[in-house]
Structures are given as C-alpha cells and as structure tokens.
C-alpha cells in the first residue's frame, strides 16, 4: 500500500521530462518524493520523474539521486533567463562566492579520493581512530540560481553513487544522505561533532584521573542551541527519495564520546517544514492502532549506545520483541548513513519519544502531555514535576498494603503499564535500567480529557535504551544469574528521597517507589503474571530465534564496514569474524534466559514449582485468547510456563462475525467454562482450548 501512494505521488507531481534526456528531478529542501535509479541499480538509461519547480528560479538537474553504474554527466537548468547557478561539491550551502556553473560535470567513482570528514580527529577523548584506508563516497552536488538583481532561488541538492552496487553493499535498507557545513560539525567553538572548547575547560577543571566516557567535549552539549541545520535525503531500496532541511544535535549519554555518534533530528519552521510527513519506518504503527506512523516531529539515527561496539542490535531487537506490551516501544530500522558524501556508517533509525510523539501515535493534544525521564521533566512545564512528585511521594508515605491506598496508586499509574515494564527489565538483565534509577521515562496528560482512553491523567512507561543488557560484557554469560533478588533488594534498600550534594534539591528514587508498590499482593500477582507473560509470550524461544536470524542476516551486512569505519580501535582483527562472535553471544544469551528464568522466579519471589501449560484455539481466525491482557499466539498451540500460586485471569475475543461458545479444560479449575473472562486454578500441568464459532 504504501509503495503505491508513493507512485500516485510521484504520476501527480511529475510535470515535464527535460528535453533529450533521460529525466529531472527536483532536489528540493522541503519535503520533496521524487524517484531515481528506480528500476536496476545496474543501469542509468532509467526513467525518472521529477516535482515541479517551485519557482522560476529553482534549479533542477537531469539525473535523481541514486545509485549508477557508470559515470554520468550532470547538467543544471532553470527556467528563467539570465540567471547563474552556483553550486558546491562537498556538503556546503551554495552561494555565489562558490563555484560558477559553466556546462554539464562528470560524476565519477569518488571512492579512491581523499578522506575529508571521515579525517577528522579530535571528536572523542578515548580515541583518535580514523579508518585506514579510503571510505567509500558519493558525488554530493548542492546548487543555487541568482537573478541579476540578487534575488535567488532554492537550494537543489542531490546525491549521486557511482560505481558502487546498492544491493551488494546495502541490501534493502534505506540509505540517508546528511549534508551540512563543514564547521557544523568540527569548529572549535561551535562544532558539535568535536571535543573542542568545552572539553578543553573542563579538561582544564579536573584534578584527578578520568575515563574516557567521563570527559565533556563540544558533543557533550544539549540543547536547540547546539542544534545545527541539515539537508537529509532519504533514499529508499527502489530509488524513491525524500529530502527535507532539517535540524541535527548529537544524542546519548556516555555514547556521545564515541567515534560514531548518535544524531537526532528535528524538523521545524525554521529550517522549511514543521514535520516531516514521509512513512520513514514503514513497520511503525500508531500506538493507538489506528494506522501507521506517517508524521514525525524528530527521529533519531542511533549508534548502539552501550552496544555501540558490540552487537549493536540489542535495543532494537528487544523493543520489537516486545511490541504489544503495555508500554511505548520505539519502531525502528537499520539504514546507512553518508555524510557530505563520505560513508558515515549503519545506524538505527528509531521514533523519538516526545509530546509530538504522543500526539502522533495518540491523537492527543501535545501541549497536554508531560512526561518524565528519570525523576526530571523531559516535556511539559517546569511545574510539571509535582504531578510526579505528588505520584511519588503518596505511593512511598502511605501503606501500598491497604487496597484503599492501593487503589488511589492505581488511578495515578497505570499499573499493568509499569509490571510489564519491570518485567522486561528483569527478564533482560538491565544493569542500567529503572531498579538503578537510570534509562526510565513515563508520560501521562497533565489535564484528563475524552479525546483518547489513555488520556485518562495516568502514567504510563515508555521502553528506551535497553543496551545494557542480556550479558553484553559478560560474553552473554550471565544468563543464569540472579538479578531479581538483586533488584528487589536494591528497591529495599533505597532511600526514598535523598538531597543532591551540588544542588541540594530532593532527588526522588524511583526504586522506593517499586518497594512499596511491592509490599501489595495483587501488585505482586500481576508482576508474577506479567514476567511469565514475557518469557512465554513475547520472548517466546522459536520467536525470538526467528527474529534474531531475520534483523542479524541484515545486521551482519551493514555492522562490520561500520567497525571498519569507526573502529572502535582496539578491534585490530577481522571485524566479520569479531561482530558474529558478538552477535553469538547475544543469542547465547537469549537463548539459554528461555530456559531458566522460570526457575529464577521461582527462586527469588518464593514460588511454588511452576506448571507447564498448555493452550490452543478451536480456530485462531474466529478469535483470540490472552492472559492478564497480553494475547497469545494461538496460530499454533501455546505453551508456556505458569506459578500456581496465582489464578490466571483468560480472556477470549471473538472476531467480527464469530462468537465464542465455551473453554475446554483439563487438569485445572475453571471459574465459569461459558464465559468470555474466566479465572483458572491450578496446581499443576494443564490444558486449556477456547472454542469459536
């Protein structure tokens, strides 16, 4: 579907053909879909279509950003008379001060010249790495048209691969042309790519050792005042491309010091378009689902974080697992990413939690929203953090024991939200995550309203930044280890407000808040259902497995050129034997958590033995079953493993036009077989089946 509205876009907006050539398009800097190289990356006699020009003075080219086999010959027009195009070959804003445009440029193979950006040193305080060789480049042309009078137009931009095969190097991920001045992104000052001033002073301030990933550079800061303008082309596997000027800020936390950094970018006004409105993640579906997402405030190119250097695979490959929870998962795809035509690596390409998010994905006001990353406000106002304050302070001052009190604390979180949450967190292994107060963020709408179910003045949980995790420096070892009583005693213990020494401002921990939420039984019952839940529904082996191989092919394509790249500098042998170690250590891990995180909760939450059951659909197309709001996949039969110290709460859903006629059970206690909610006892295996009609 989405493959054709793009060609009904394109039949709309293609006006002309240039006279004796193949095709023209039109580069623009403000939400252009055009098409290029669209039919074999093999041959240049395609045919393209081109977006209008928007005025008499835009500039258009003859070829479409793409990929070509042989060199081609690029000429510039524009439809008024007795103007002249400047233009530049190396990222930078054209103006006339720049080179003149005289007759039609050969675009060659760039690879074989010399490394400019990628040169660069002085952008990490734990390396000086550059790749040893010559990365491979694109022709990047930017072109502009002067009147006699001054006046000029649009900025035209293209991106033009000679010479390289797109499917070879790239498959069928998209690839993203980033182009900016060069001082952007390496100025002493101003230069939020580099070390420079900041690091100096701070560097300057220290009287004791550092490590490295402590160190503050000019990446370290945040802020739209390090935000920096941005040309981005997106171009698609079948040679449909977008581009639209944007803004670009380095994102992270101890990750900024890496070689390959993280980049978000944000569309506003000031650049050209408020939003982007292209389907960048075709796979992202609105949190409300309604649809996909089509609409895009920021988005966020993401190195790997913690798994930077590693697998890199972690956080997206988690999040997709879990999709379906009752939390915020981000959609995302890997792409490859050029800047100023040099190759800049793979990376991530992955929603951004915002207010703009929510109102994307919700349908509610974003002036409404508020939410909060690790105890501070991320959006909303300033005041904003007594409603989390209020939240907190009630839940950790008042007996979570007594179901009045319990009760109040469901009306101002929503629980199922935050137990499948502590879930993941515990089924993965997170050692930086919500149980050390680090890498959780919830959001709620500051006023209720009747725009949306969930704009109900309730916090909800928001899954981001999983990366440490599932054994990553233990070699995927520490599968068996068991990090639940460690992180209930880690919630015991804590504080539940302590004062920040520098700022001497209350600081809220999160973990005192789960203890006492803890303390009540049917908190407890839930988060036993909801573990259970995410080792046998969304962690499921044979689906995890499947998953693990389809993202890992793709991964094991684009990850190792990327070390080759950017390092990091002690990977001094073959970086495809070095990533598929990595990429075997996950899976190890995944793997082997399947099987013994059943016998850790029963261990560390004092549980009797748990039971293996059993659960299938008389026709999975009438229907659908689940368990504590999580639905099974009953496309097969379901097993998975349960703790008969609870009931399970089942549900069946009939489909439109089907209805449900009663449960089939063996080997447990049944609260009512005809009903559509029903609660099993049990105290060992058994089998359940919902029949449809």
Same mark, same amino acid.
């Given at each position: 579907?989405?493959?054709?509205?793009?060609?009904?876009?394109?039949?709309?907006?293609?006006?002309?053909?240039?006279?004796?050539?193949?095709?023209?398009?039109?580069?623009?800097?403000?939400?252009?879909?055009?098409?290029?190289?669209?039919?074999?990356?093999?041959?240049?006699?395609?045919?393209?279509?081109?977006?209008?020009?928007?005025?008499?003075?835009?500039?258009?080219?003859?070829?479409?950003?793409?990929?070509?086999?042989?060199?081609?010959?690029?000429?510039?027009?524009?439809?008024?008379?007795?103007?002249?195009?400047?233009?530049?070959?190396?990222?930078?804003?054209?103006?006339?001060?720049?080179?003149?445009?005289?007759?039609?440029?050969?675009?060659?193979?760039?690879?074989?010249?010399?490394?400019?950006?990628?040169?660069?040193?002085?952008?990490?305080?734990?390396?000086?790495?550059?790749?040893?060789?010559?990365?491979?480049?694109?022709?990047?042309?930017?072109?502009?048209?002067?009147?006699?009078?001054?006046?000029?137009?649009?900025?035209?931009?293209?991106?033009?691969?000679?010479?390289?095969?797109?499917?070879?190097?790239?498959?069928?991920?998209?690839?993203?042309?980033?182009?900016?001045?060069?001082?952007?992104?390496?100025?002493?000052?101003?230069?939020?790519?580099?070390?420079?001033?900041?690091?100096?002073?701070?560097?300057?301030?220290?009287?004791?050792?550092?490590?490295?990933?402590?160190?503050?550079?000019?990446?370290?800061?945040?802020?739209?005042?390090?935000?920096?303008?941005?040309?981005?082309?997106?171009?698609?596997?079948?040679?449909?491309?977008?581009?639209?000027?944007?803004?670009?800020?380095?994102?992270?936390?101890?990750?900024?010091?890496?070689?390959?950094?993280?980049?978000?970018?944000?569309?506003?006004?000031?650049?050209?378009?408020?939003?982007?409105?292209? +389907?960048?993640?075709?796979?992202?579906?609105?949190?409300?689902?309604?649809?996909?997402?089509?609409?895009?405030?920021?988005?966020?190119?993401?190195?790997?974080?913690?798994?930077?250097?590693?697998?890199?695979?972690?956080? +997206?490959?988690?999040?997709?697992?879990?999709?379906?929870?009752?939390?915020?998962?981000?959609?995302?795809?890997?792409?490859?990413?050029?800047?100023?035509?040099?190759?800049?690596?793979?990376?991530?390409?992955?929603?951004?939690?915002?207010?703009?998010?929510?109102?994307?994905?919700?349908?509610?006001?974003?002036?409404?929203?508020?939410?909060?990353?690790?105890?501070?406000?991320?959006?909303?106002?300033?005041?904003?953090?007594?409603?989390?304050?209020?939240?907190?302070?009630?839940?950790?001052?008042?007996?979570?024991?007594?179901?009045?009190?319990?009760?109040?604390?469901?009306?101002?979180?929503?629980?199922?939200?935050?137990?499948?949450?502590?879930?993941?967190?515990?089924?993965?292994?997170?050692?930086?995550?919500?149980?050390?107060?680090?890498?959780?963020?919830?959001?709620?709408?500051?006023?209720?309203?009747?725009?949306? +179910?969930?704009?109900?003045?309730?916090?909800?949980?928001?899954?981001?930044?999983?990366?440490?995790?599932?054994?990553?420096?233990?070699?995927?070892?520490?599968?068996?280890?068991?990090?639940?009583?460690?992180?209930?005693?880690?919630?015991?213990?804590?504080?539940?407000?302590?004062?920040?020494?520098?700022?001497?401002?209350?600081?809220?921990?999160?973990?005192?808040?789960?203890?006492?939420?803890?303390?009540?039984?049917?908190?407890?019952?839930?988060?036993?259902?909801?573990?259970?839940?995410?080792?046998?529904?969304?962690?499921?082996?044979?689906?995890?497995?499947?998953?693990?191989?389809?993202?890992?092919?793709?991964?094991?394509?684009?990850? +190792?050129?990327?070390?080759?790249?950017?390092?990091?500098?002690?990977?001094?042998?073959?970086?495809?034997?070095?990533?598929?170690?990595?990429?075997?250590?996950?899976?190890?891990?995944?793997?082997?958590?399947?099987?013994?995180?059943?016998?850790?909760?029963?261990?560390?939450?004092?549980?009797?033995?748990?039971?293996?059951?059993?659960?299938?659909?008389?026709?999975?197309?009438?229907?659908?079953?689940?368990?504590?709001?999580?639905?099974?996949?009953?496309?097969?039969?379901?097993?998975?493993?349960?703790?008969?110290?609870?009931?399970?709460?089942?549900?069946?859903?009939?489909?439109?036009?089907?209805?449900?006629?009663?449960?089939?059970?063996?080997?447990?206690?049944?609260?009512?077989?005809?009903?559509?909610?029903?609660?099993?006892?049990?105290?060992?295996?058994?089998?359940?089946?919902?029949?449809?009609?």
């Amino acid at each position: 579907m989405r493959f054709g509205i793009k060609k009904i876009l394109a039949a709309i907006l293609a006006i002309t053909l240039c006279a004796g050539l193949a095709g023209c398009s039109d580069a623009s800097s403000t939400g252009v879909i055009g098409g290029a190289d669209a039919s074999d990356t093999t041959v240049v006699e395609a045919e393209y279509t081109a977006a209008p020009a928007r005025s008499l003075t835009d500039v258009t080219f003859n070829y479409g950003s793409g990929f070509y086999a042989e060199d081609i010959t690029l000429e510039m027009s524009c439809a008024s008379d007795g103007v002249k195009i400047f233009y530049t070959l190396d990222g930078s804003v054209p103006d006339d001060t720049d080179l003149l445009y005289t007759g039609a440029i050969t675009l060659t193979n760039k690879t074989n010249s010399p490394n400019t950006v990628s040169a660069q040193q002085g952008i990490s305080a734990g390396s000086d790495y550059t790749p040893k060789g010559k990365v491979k480049k694109a022709n990047v042309v930017r072109a502009v048209a002067y009147l006699p009078d001054g006046t000029k137009g649009e900025i035209r931009n293209g991106t033009f691969w000679v010479g390289i095969d797109r499917n070879e190097e790239y498959g069928s991920v998209p690839v993203i042309s980033l182009m900016t001045e060069i001082d952007n992104l390496y100025d002493y000052e101003t230069g939020i790519y580099t070390l420079g001033k900041t690091y100096d002073d701070w560097k300057a301030e220290q009287e004791g050792p550092y490590e490295a990933w402590q160190a503050k550079g000019n990446y370290s800061n945040k802020g739209k005042e390090w935000e920096r303008p941005v040309n981005m082309e997106y171009i698609e596997a079948d040679g449909g491309t977008f581009m639209q000027d944007l803004g670009f800020r380095i994102m992270g936390a101890a990750s900024r010091n890496d070689t390959q950094k993280s980049l978000r970018l944000v569309a506003r006004a000031d650049y050209s378009l408020k939003a982007v409105e292209y +389907p960048l993640i075709p796979s992202a579906q609105r949190s409300d689902g309604t649809g996909a997402v089509t609409k895009y405030k920021t988005f966020v190119l993401r190195n790997g974080g913690n798994d930077a250097n590693f697998a890199k695979i972690r956080d +997206p490959y988690i999040q997709k697992l879990v999709e379906g929870g009752r939390f915020e998962t981000m959609a995302s795809m890997p792409c490859v990413v050029y800047l100023n035509g040099e190759y800049w690596g793979m990376y991530t390409m992955a929603e951004d939690y915002s207010d703009n998010y929510i109102e994307n994905n919700y349908g509610i006001d974003n002036h409404n929203v508020v939410t909060v990353k690790q105890g501070e406000i991320e959006e909303g106002n300033e005041e904003d953090i007594a409603l989390y304050n209020d939240t907190f302070d009630f839940i950790t001052s008042n007996d979570m024991t007594d179901e009045a009190n319990y009760a109040k604390a469901c009306e101002m979180i929503d629980m199922g939200s935050l137990v499948d949450y502590l879930a993941l967190n515990l089924y993965i292994y997170n050692e930086d995550g919500i149980f050390e107060g680090h890498n959780w963020q919830m959001w709620r709408v500051r006023e209720k309203g009747e725009d949306s +179910p969930y704009a109900d003045g309730r916090w909800r949980m928001m899954v981001y930044d999983n990366d440490y995790s599932s054994g990553i420096y233990n070699d995927g070892n520490n599968y068996t280890v068991d990090n639940i009583s460690k992180a209930f005693q880690k919630a015991a213990e804590a504080e539940p407000i302590t004062v920040d020494e520098e700022t001497g401002e209350d600081v809220r921990n999160v973990a005192a808040m789960i203890h006492a939420l803890y303390q009540n039984p049917t908190f407890k019952e839930d988060l036993v259902t909801a573990m259970s839940n995410m080792r046998n529904v969304y962690f499921e082996k044979e689906k995890a497995m499947a998953l693990m191989k389809e993202m890992g092919d793709v991964y094991k394509k684009l990850v +190792p050129p990327t070390f080759d790249r950017f390092g990091p500098d002690w990977l001094t042998w073959d970086t495809e034997k070095y990533y598929y170690d990595e990429l075997y250590q996950f899976e190890t891990f995944m793997d082997k958590r399947y099987l013994v995180f059943p016998g850790l909760m029963q261990e560390a939450m004092d549980l009797s033995k748990f039971a293996n059951v059993t659960i299938s659909s008389s026709d999975a197309a009438k229907g659908t079953v689940s368990i504590d709001e999580t639905v099974l996949d009953l496309s097969k039969e379901f097993t998975g493993r349960y703790f008969p110290d609870y009931t399970l709460t089942v549900t069946a859903e009939p489909a439109d036009g089907a209805s449900f006629k009663c449960w089939e059970c063996t080997g447990a206690e049944i609260s009512d077989p005809n009903a559509t909610v029903a609660d099993i006892t049990f105290t060992g295996d058994f089998t359940l089946k919902a029949i449809f009609e």
